[in-house]
């Protein structure tokens, strides 16, 4: 199945101290989704914000807001996402020891759920949960940071993982040293949602964000 190109910018490479304004301009550059990096401290090695902030972003655009969990007990936070305004909510089977139990969670407040891999995590922990997801992210950096390299290690994963898809509506994202040459790559494996900071969040939002979507949908 042929699913549509999107792009989710990560607001984790805009400029903070004007994150309302960020958003508004990644939207009007054409973005699908708006990618929300939470991070704790604990499961990452690095902190970002949390419900407040991403309820104070809400209003500023009616884009998905699609929130990458990056946190221990993630299924604890949950509801307080769903109520600030995330739409999808991703969590990470390496930091949620009731995987299944997380996933259920997330769909019962009505907002999709995603399970997101990393690098070193087989994509074999999707088996038994698969349909119980609406988003498979498949890290292409270790989480922590903007700016890293993409790593090909991870395009045999996405490939095995489109194929685990199969004909199910589920997204296959990827996230990590995004740019119009490695979104080609990750979408000849099967990837069709894209997950940008670096590449979108400089000079011309639009053009970047329109390069990324090109390169993807040639690929
Ligand atoms: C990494 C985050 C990514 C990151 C991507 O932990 O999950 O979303 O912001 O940034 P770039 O596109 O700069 O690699
Ligand atoms: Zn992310």
Redesign the pocket.
């Known amino acids: 199945m042929k699913r549509p190109v999107k792009i989710s910018p990560?607001v984790?490479?805009s400029d903070f101290s004007r994150l309302g304004e960020e958003v508004r301009a990644v939207a009007a550059a054409g973005c699908d989704y708006v990618?929300l990096?939470v991070?704790d401290g604990h499961f990452?090695p690095n902190i970002t914000f949390g419900p407040p902030v991403v309820k104070a972003l809400r209003p500023h655009t009616g884009k998905p807001f699609d929130t990458?969990l990056?946190i221990t007990n993630a299924q604890t936070f949950a509801a307080d996402f769903a109520k600030a305004g995330s739409d999808i909510i991703t969590v990470h089977p390496e930091a949620e020891v009731h995987l299944d139990r997380a996933l259920h969670a997330i769909r019962d407040l009505g907002k999709k759920a995603g399970v997101a891999l990393n690098p070193a995590t087989p994509e074999a922990v999707l088996e038994y949960v698969i349909d119980a997801v609406d988003l498979v992210l498949v890290?292409t950096?270790n989480?922590?940071?903007?700016?890293?390299a993409f790593l090909a290690s991870q395009l045999d994963k996405i490939a095995h993982v489109a194929r685990m898809i199969g004909e199910r509506a589920i997204d296959l994202e990827v996230?990590?040293?995004?740019d119009p040459e490695t979104a080609k790559l990750a979408a000849r494996a099967g990837a069709n949602v894209f997950?940008?900071?670096?590449?979108v969040f400089k000079g011309d939002y639009a053009a970047n964000i329109k390069a990324i979507r090109e390169a993807a949908e040639a690929a």
């Not at 996230?175 to 995004?178: K, L, T, V």
């Not at 997950?195 to 590449?199: D, E, Q, S, Y």
């Open positions: 990560s984790l490479a990618h990096d991070m990452t990458h990056m890290m950096v989480p922590g940071f903007g700016g890293q996230d990590g040293g995004i997950v940008a900071g670096t590449a």
